[in-house]
């Protein structure tokens, strides 16, 4: 697929009401509170982050990688700080404080809502049999609540905290057959003929925590070069998974948050000040150990074709990022992706933009 795609599951009415609805059930918790411990700083920006993952990306004029399971992503993101609109009045306790600080010192909240759709097919686009011997046609459309707190911990190391709760759909109720080929049909290419075999409909979620810390020398070398060891986890109906990776960063004028975020990972955007102009080179490695994945495991509670999953799965991404002054950052990055399932033939790989704007300072 060569260009983002319209996002035609936003017409049905009727998924929106419920997304939105079971986001707001789930997390209506997400809201700051008078007791949480906070720094005294600048009163923190809105930040929204616009996220376009696509295998044409990685090298538009090769076809080798194109159309090829995980073959699209979209994602938006707001953040704020302060409580959200939505969260406000309900009486709940929030989750600032309700959550123990595990070992972050003097931290501050952030808060905001995503909206995403992923895309997945096999890799011949023709065949309107099912493919045996490949990954599954596969959708996933959701609303998302983020939670994230920034602070320090032992030895003034800079740390960030995500949480992030995306609830959706699986299956044909997610619109991906739909956003694919009407893209394909306004690009004048062949379409995907095998979207009937996609897996079934099912309700949907994922919780998502991540940890990373930003490590340097000292101050004045932290704004060329940093290294961000990272943690995380996925727990939910989509993905049951652990990763661990580190990301080095080399430039000039390196922006106060933790690095270029990938839409499956955490949230790891953060409303820090940036510097008027600065760039940099980065490059990260990541491993993971995988217990579920909705996207080649199949339905949970109904029965579909699935394919015999790898334990084990590692990314190398790199790529560059820009930052044109304090209220807009720009970055294009590159992930290798080793094998997913078994039968798989080769390395996957797909590219990313990513648009942030910054606004409220």
């Known amino acids: 697929m060569k260009y983002p795609k319209i996002f035609s599951a936003c ?39 616009a996220l376009e993952e696509n295998d044409y990306l990685y090298q538009p004029e090769q076809g080798k990688h194109q159309d090829r399971h995980y073959t699209q992503g ?83 190391i800079p740390v960030l905290e995500s949480f992030e709760l995306d609830v959706g759909v699986i299956g044909p109720e997610a619109h991906a057959g739909q956003a694919q080929n009407q893209t394909h049909d306004f690009e004048g290419i062949p379409g995907f003929d095998g979207w009937g075999n996609q897996i079934k409909t099912e309700p949907a979620f994922v919780l998502k925590y991540g940890r990373g810390w930003k490590l340097a020398f000292n101050e004045t070398s932290s704004h060329y070069f940093d290294v961000i060891p990272n943690i995380g986890a996925n ?16 430039g000039f004028n390196l922006p106060d948050d933790f690095g270029v975020q990938t839409i499956d990972s955490p949230i790891t ?23 579920r994945n909705a996207f080649l495991d199949g339905n949970l ?44 033939k080769g390395y996957d790989r797909f590219g990313s933009v990513n648009a942030t704007i910054k606004w409220g300072f």
Not at 22 to 27: Q, T
Not at 242 to 247: F, L, S
């Open 74 to 156: 979209l994602k938006f993101i707001y953040l704020e700080g302060g409580a959200p609109w939505w969260a406000k009045g309900l009486g709940l306790p929030p989750l600032s404080e309700t959550l123990p600080n595990l070992g972050i010192n003097s931290t501050r909240s952030i808060f905001g809502l995503t909206l995403g759709q992923n895309i997945y097919t096999p890799e011949n686009p023709s065949e309107t049999n099912l493919i045996q011997f490949d990954r599954p046609y596969a959708g996933w459309l959701y609303l998302g609540a983020v939670m994230q707190r920034r602070g320090e911990v032992f030895g003034n």
């Open 269 to 291: 955007l953060s409303a820090g000040k940036s510097p008027p102009i600065g760039a940099y080179l980065f490059g990260q490695v990541e491993g993971r150990a995988v217990g």
């Open 235 to 250: 727990l939910g109906t989509v993905m049951i998974s652990g990763n661990a990776g580190v990301t080095t960063r080399l």
């Open 11 to 49: 017409n049905n009415v009727r998924i929106a009401q419920f997304l939105f609805s079971a986001v707001l059930l789930c997390c209506s918790p997400f809201a700051p509170g008078a007791g949480a411990e906070e720094i005294s700083v600048p009163r923190q920006p809105h930040v929204f982050s």
């Open 301 to 344: 509670y109904r029965h579909s074709f699935h394919v015999k999953k790898k334990s084990l799965v590692g990314d190398l991404i790199y790529g560059v990022a820009l930052s044109f002054g304090k209220h807009f950052d720009l970055s294009y990055v590159r992930v290798v992706r080793t094998r997913e399932f078994v039968l798989q």
